[in-house]
């Protein structure tokens, strides 16, 4: 599906949208509540990367813990913590599989870390890569080392598996760590159902946990990242734009919550509401002429960050994104070519991207590619504010923000099925 999105500069006072619950905090706790059954969540995200977490989740029940074959088809959240969790299913015998560009994200760190602690896991396929097969088993180990600046889901994935293994999990990180505040998210969400934890320099402990005594009910805290684009949207609007957001903390679990402090440099303020809603507004057209921000605790609003920076004329450089190259897709690559299309300079290196440039206000309908790769398609949607654009595969916004586009009409804008 091709969406059109165009629209004027506009103003917008008192419009309010509810944003589904943290794909991030969801997913942690789907995971928590296998371990735990007398846990319940609250306000779930909605997604397509929960839904594959539910699915799988449940077709270990119905089978009472026979062969299966499990597809996560692009959920990369799914893969890492669903290999942790049938590693630790004793008599369960499971292949983990996905899409093609699944199969090209790396698997090997955790794996090579949970066979480690004495799980049986083996490659079908190519070596270091998914699909995978997980003979479930009970880990008796209790030490292992990760290099610091993986992905956190690496870490993530053993961190919940952890209460429930006989001996807890002692965990060394090596080197400098990446997304420190998803790794803290973990542990915050473990406190929260009684799971003792500590977090000292490179090393994590977490304390065996064989059941909770008493029912857990976790209200699970709308999605920063999804805000992002709303971020964006009154960034790039007139003055007085205002948007409200329904649950939102001040003291966020989510490292993508520096939104609020990011985006004061675009003239955007923040208003935290008793009813733990958010007023975002444009207040000021003032803007700098250059932006530096090191994102290495919050990648995944890079996307974002970009496109407001070039929707404004400001010059940036992003860093800390070397894990933006083993996402859905190589997001530094594609930022670049899609922001080259438009009229931007752009330099990527490993890990940073630099922009500079207006958007040529004059293209005709710029056609966005998104590369199976929802926030590209969201984090682009905003530009429509300065000029029309067509969003390529728009349907793939399902996977984090499935009412993305209806909440873009919400707020004005003109979205068209071409």
């Known amino acids: 599906m091709n969406l059109k999105i165009q629209n004027s500069k506009f103003k917008i006072q008192n419009a309010t949208i509810a944003i589904t619950g943290s794909k991030s905090e969801t997913n942690r706790l789907l995971l928590l509540q296998a371990l735990y059954p007398n846990i319940s969540i609250e306000n779930?995200?909605?997604s397509d990367d929960s839904e594959v977490m539910v699915d799988a989740l449940q077709k270990l029940k119905i089978i009472n813990q026979k062969s299966l074959i499990i597809d996560v088809h692009h959920a990369g959240t799914a893969m890492r913590f669903l290999t942790a969790f049938f590693a630790i299913q004793e008599g369960a015998e499971v292949i983990l599989t996905g899409s093609s560009r699944m199969q090209e994200r790396p698997i090997q760190i955790l794996v090579d870390a949970l066979n480690q602690l004495g799980a049986e896991i083996t490659y079908i396929e190519k070596e270091g890569f998914p699909p995978i097969k997980i003979v479930g088993k009970k880990l008796i180990q209790s030490k292992v080392s990760l290099p610091a600046n993986v992905s956190s889901q690496f870490v993530s994935a053993l961190l919940l598996i952890a209460p429930k293994l006989e001996n807890g999990l002692e965990l060394t990180l090596e080197g400098a760590i990446t997304s420190r505040p998803y790794i803290q998210m973990t542990l915050d969400l473990l406190g929260e159902i009684g799971v003792k934890t500590s977090f000292v320099n490179n090393s994590i402990k977490i304390h065996p946990k064989p059941f909770i005594e008493s029912s857990k009910s976790i209200h699970v805290e709308s999605d920063w990242s999804s805000a992002s684009y709303i971020y964006s949207i009154v960034a790039l609007s007139e003055i007085g734009t205002e948007i409200t957001l329904s649950n939102f903390k001040k003291n966020s679990l989510q490292g993508d919550s520096v939104l609020v402090e990011i985006y004061k440099n675009f003239g955007v303020e923040t208003v935290f509401n008793s009813d733990n809603s958010?007023?975002?507004?444009?207040?000021?057209?003032?803007?700098?002429?250059?932006?530096?921000?090191?994102?290495?605790?919050?990648?995944?609003?890079?996307?974002?960050?970009a496109v407001t920076c070039f929707g404004l004329g400001i010059e940036c450089k992003l860093t800390g994104l070397h894990t933006l190259k083993i996402k859905e897709t190589d997001r530094l690559e594609a930022l670049k070519n899609e922001l080259t299309l438009l009229g931007a300079s752009v330099q990527i290196t490993e890990d940073s991207i630099s922009i500079q440039g207006f958007?040529?206000?004059e293209l005709n309908n710029a056609i966005i590619k998104t590369y199976q790769d929802h926030r590209m398609a969201m984090a682009f949607a905003p530009l429509a504010i300065k000029m029309p654009l067509t969003i390529a595969n728009a349907d793939v916004v399902s996977k984090s923000y499935p009412a993305f586009w209806s909440d873009l009409k919400i707020l004005g804008f003109q979205v068209t099925e071409i």
């Open 359 to 361: 958007p040529n206000i």
């Open 278 to 305: 958010i007023k975002i507004s444009k207040n000021s057209n003032f803007k700098p002429d250059t932006i530096n921000f090191n994102l290495i605790s919050s990648p995944d609003i890079a996307q974002t960050i």
């Open 44 to 46: 779930a995200s909605n």
